[in-house]
């Protein structure tokens, strides 16, 4: 029964501080006064607004929908009305707002119309519209939209289904308490996966340091009609990486620059799996998730949290602490920095960790690398970090990318061991940062090249097409008048028909020049008319006084 | 001795057939080296070097008759991957052709705006939408900061908006000067 397992390389052991939140249950966090909703939640396109400021909105009725293939729609997360739509503060790591749908809640929490999804009887691609549409994304960290990946393909068939409940790292429960408590309600998602993927082979990964998870998880397998592979793998970071998890289970490992799906394996967290069932089974979008919120407060807890509930009102349920230094979205590993704690939770929040002096000192000042390549050993992407960050460093980025640094999956074992105490991970985000923006920049270049090089293109075209058309004229036109004389019986000069063709168009604008009276004096009265003839009267007066000293002057040399 | 004679003419003649077949075959167009520098060149179409466009001064610097210090947006770094390309030294901007400016798009101020489709005229890169007598607008995207559709506005509605750092734009810094901040906050 027991499966082989694999042991990828590298790997760290932190100190894991998980006990401390999976003693309480899981709470439903109040409904806060005002939600604000991010549009970009998502990896892709952020989706567009489709209400109004205003608005009154239900709980579960789309107000931004996703725009593009990679993007996913966003909901409303209580019933309100729209207060604003506007650049908010959001949990990312630079401070810089971005653009929120602000939802002024009425406390009547009404839901909009919502049903179950009958799966077996809808089309494929049309499914995986409506996953789009109830706004499903990956909520292991990722969020990258679900429905692009359970869409396996014309040529990669997806045998091989992993659902991971490894959550490797430290302090982070939320997963653990989902699968101890909503196991049936995860399966249920993982039936959906499969029929979607037509998979055959189905694992669930879940380590060694949550019994009751594996526990639950396979009483719940148990029940099932189609086979679920349970599977206890050794608690080790980064175990719970995509890639990690692929290689404990199955050994084997997904080429660099590929996707898993290339070897015909596809991963999802247990929480995107609980949200699928919750999507198909009772119709409702990805409105809630639930949070880790420990760390530096009195009552560490997972609490049940719509998505737009400010952080600070968490950590206010879970009872603030003096002394607090920081606040990390995320655990301590891969967790960014919250700049303020008004921001709101987030599809992708699966931790909120309150950071004190004593459970996390500060870091002490940062040493020259002295090469001991003690990165290189933990590093589970097995790259060379002590030479992608010489290269970082230096801003040499092609050697850099020659290293793999795009195989870094951030996971932060290598400043973890560092005894330099250097943030690697900062220097490979640096790097990785570096190298996007000049690749936008060469496309700009290639651009503005092609479209400057067929603007010239296209005014020498319109140069050539003016000289035809303007040479065609003049030979009608010389045509026409050397048929004129022609049947008069005078033969006639090239030159004198320049000439004549000349002396009609001076006569033609004469005639013009004529033709048109000032048409502002139409209907004025005879005095009007009068006194407008003794002005223009005194005007050419003036003209003939103007012009005399002038040509006084001429005569004088 | 006549068959040694014989052999090597004839053997001089093949080569001489292949070489001069080889090289109508497989002539190369243009000038590759003006190619290569015109891809590190920013394709703003500016001019600020002298040249009209990014191309023509590619070509220049490919003969030697520029410098390789005279292109303001390409920056330092710019001057840095021309001089590592041609094998010379890297010297610093020759500021009579301009100084580095932040990144920026040309902005018309549609109120002012009054429809005599100059700018259009100018736009290297035809990023201005509009036509005669009608509302001119600026297509962002395509915009590369060039300012030359500045001076020929006769009603000065066009400016220049830096692009401001948001979300999608935002990207890490050296952490060098976040190591040095703790080191100083440490130290204090």
Redesign the interface.
Known sequence: MSRELFRFKGGVHPPEHKAESTSRPIHAAPLPKKLVIPL?QHIGNPAKPVVEVGERVLKGQMIAAADGYISTAVHASSSGTVAAIDLQP?P?I?G???LCITIETDGRDEWVAHAPLDYQAMESPQLRMQLRDLGLAGLGGAVFPSAVKLDPGASHACPTLIINGGECEPWITCDDMLMRHHADEILQGVAIMRHLLGSTEILVGIEDNKPEALDSMRSAAAKLDFAVEVVKVPARYPGGGAKQMIETLTGKQVPSGKLSTDIGIQVFNVGTSYALARAIHHGEPLISRLVTVTGHVLRPQNFEVLIGTPMHTLITLAGDRDGTTGVLMGGPMMGVPVPNLDVPVVKATNCILVKSKELFP??P??LPCIRCTRCADACPAELQPQELFRFA?AGDFGRAQEYHLFDCIECGCCSYVCPSHI?LV??Y??A???I??REK?KR??????E?????QFRQEREKKEKAEKLAAKAQAKRAELAAVPAAEGAAVSDADAKKALIAAALARAQAKKTDTAPKNVDQLTPEQLHQIEEIEARRTKIRELARKPLESEEKKP | MLAAIGVMAILAVAIGLVLGWSAIRFKVEGNPLAEKIDAILPQTQCGQCGFPGCRPYAEAIAKGEADINQCPPGGEEGVKKLAELLGVEPKPLDETHGTPKPKSVAFIDENTCIGCTLCIQACPVDAISGAAKQMHTIITAECTGCELCLPPCPVDCISMVPIAEDLPHWKWKHPVVMMKQIAETEDA
């Open positions: 970009r959001v990312h630079s810089l707002p971005d500060p870091l000042k940062a460093k943030p900062d220097f985000r640096y990785k940062g570096e996007w923006a920049d700009a270049a290639d651009l503005a090249r479209r400057h090089e067929f603007r």
